[in-house]
């Protein structure tokens, strides 16, 4: 997955951050036109304390809360009010569709 986001993040001129939510923890992979900038795995209980960890990367990293974007994927519950809340702080907040990442890893399978 790493690969699938460091190419889709050299698409236009943003900072981004993808985060692929399970349950209970989260990986984060923020890239700048391509180039890794964090890789990061987090344990997480509500999603208040994810919002946080989401949050806080996006400041150590200087990334713009008007310009650069935030990924969301993962079996996030209710995406769409996780999504709103983050917009509350974030302008640009997307949800890529399960789906997506469904077909990718069974590319990946049939490859091994």
Request: aromatic share 14%.
């Amino acid at each position: 997955m790493t690969e699938y986001f460091s190419a889709k993040s050299k698409l236009g001129n943003s900072k981004k951050m993808y985060a692929t939510v399970r349950q209970q923890s989260v990986d984060i992979y923020c890239f700048e036109r391509g180039q890794l900038l964090l890789a990061n795995s987090f344990d997480y209980k509500l999603s208040e304390d994810l919002i946080y960890y989401l949050l806080h990367i996006w400041q150590q990293l200087n990334f713009s809360q008007e310009r650069d974007e935030l990924h969301l994927t993962g079996t996030i519950r209710d995406k769409e009010r996780f999504a709103l809340e983050l917009r509350r702080f974030l302008t640009h907040v997307f949800i890529i569709p399960q789906s997506t990442f469904t077909d990718i890893q069974t590319l990946i399978s049939c490859e091994l």
